[in-house]
């Protein structure tokens, strides 16, 4: 027997099965948009935030950085 996704089982979730299929395709289409708006907003947020992290650490990159290999004296 396969997973059975427990969302199904909620209210909000029979009303929506229960539309007939021409509106739950435009629901699905309107759910489908908001998804690829909220991806790219993630996107665009997470390289904007990544840009200013690495400006921030650039002047502190001897904090994170290994000072390199160590060489033993003769």
């Known amino acids: 027997m396969g997973y ?3 969302v199904l089982e909620l209210p909000a979730a029979q009303k929506l099965a229960a539309l007939p299929l021409e509106q739950r395709l435009a629901i699905a289409a309107v759910f489908r948009e908001l998804r ?3 991806d790219d907003l993630a996107e665009s947020s997470w390289r904007r935030r990544k ?3 690495g400006e921030l650490l650039a002047g502190r990159r001897h904090l994170f950085t290994s000072p390199g290999p160590r060489t033993r004296a003769a």
């Open 51 to 53: 840009c200013r992290d």
């Open 4 to 6: 059975i996704n427990p």
């Open 36 to 38: 690829g708006a909220a």
